[in-house]
């Protein structure tokens, strides 16, 4: 997780396949806290813009080893 991040399971996490992998957005300012789910589509990935590291989008191989993570900026 990158620097300023909550641990893993204070996260809502989201997922979907993008071909090459996995693509994900974690947020952890919501009720479900802890929860993870999967999308047919990374179009449907929630589109948070700012939220600093409350909002965290991370790259994973084929098999959901991280690639890369990083926190949304701050408006």
């Known amino acids: 997780m ?3 991040a909550n ?3 204070n ?3 989201v997922y979907a396949r993008n071909g090459a992998g996995w693509v994900g957005v974690f947020n952890s300012a919501n009720d479900d806290i802890g929860n993870a789910e999967i ?3 990374e179009n449907i990935l929630p589109g948070i813009m700012d939220g600093g590291c409350t909002v965290v ?3 994973l191989d084929e098999n959901q080893n991280f690639l890369s993570a ?3 900026g701050e408006a």
């Open 2 to 4: 990158p620097v300023g």
């Open 7 to 9: 641990a893993l399971e």
């Open 11 to 13: 996260y809502n996490r």
């Open 39 to 41: 999308m047919d589509s």
């Open 57 to 59: 989008n991370v790259k």
């Open 70 to 72: 990083f926190c949304n």
